[in-house]
């Protein structure tokens, strides 16, 4: 049983990365195997429309034909048996890191007939974790939501299943007097980081945990 968490947030060791870890601790709780893979490790770049993978009798028909640090992460996706991805909101968006392998890895499956097929040749439960700097009131005014029902269904349409984790108001600096930053209130950022992130992490623990058991159910 193996489960792979993709982080596409360009730090290692704060909020999302944080998260994706309790994630992968709540599989290894419950026997998984655990990968996690650093987009921002890698050098790479998003679909080139070359259609190889579209391509009657290609090589490449149904699996991504560039060859590049992403090349084996796709192939290490084929044969796991869950995905949990993560990403901090730049901008309304995933980070373009993301975007990129997002692009790579549900385009080759797609088949441009009528029935828009799909060529993963299994389900796996998948998870995304967000996180953001805005509190849950400006992510429900600014459209967020939106957003991710649009992932959890390409994610579902691809692979069978999705849930989602929304952490908002994240505590983005180590010392907020370092910055300019007067449009938070350090303070209260700290007080919501030390009562509302342990709950945040204990719920990706609990995503990892309910990954592992439906697997080995299965």
């Not at 944080?18 to 994630?23: D, F, N, P, R, S």
Request: glycine share 6%; net charge neutral; charged share 25%.
């Amino acid at each position: 049983m193996k489960v792979i968490a993709i982080n596409g947030s360009p730090r290692k060791n704060w909020n999302t990365a944080t998260l994706l870890e309790h994630a992968l601790r709540g599989a290894e709780s419950r026997g998984a195997e655990t990968e996690f893979i650093h987009l921002y490790d890698l050098n790479y770049k998003g679909c080139i429309s070359c259609f190889a993978c579209k391509r009657i009798g290609g090589q490449s028909y149904g699996v991504c034909a560039m060859e590049d640090e992403l090349t084996p992460v796709l192939k290490k996706i084929e044969e796991a048996d869950a995905l949990i991805l993560g990403s901090p909101i730049y901008f309304g968006d995933v980070t373009g890191e993301m975007r990129s392998f997002l692009e790579r890895l549900f385009f080759q499956y797609l088949v441009y007939d009528k029935d828009h097929s799909v060529l993963f040749q299994k389900k796996i439960p998948t998870a995304f974790i967000y996180t953001m700097n805005v509190n849950e009131q400006q992510m429900e005014m600014m459209g967020y939501e939106a957003i991710f029902n649009k992932m959890d269904m390409l994610l579902t349409r691809f692979f069978g299943s999705s849930e989602s984790l929304y952490v908002t108001d994240t505590y983005q600096f180590d010392d907020y007097s370092k910055y300019v930053s007067t449009a938070f209130n350090p303070e209260e950022k700290a007080r919501r980081r030390k009562k509302e992130f342990p709950k945040d992490c204990s719920k990706a623990f609990d995503i990892g945990v309910r990954f592992a058991q439906k697997v080995s159910e299965n």
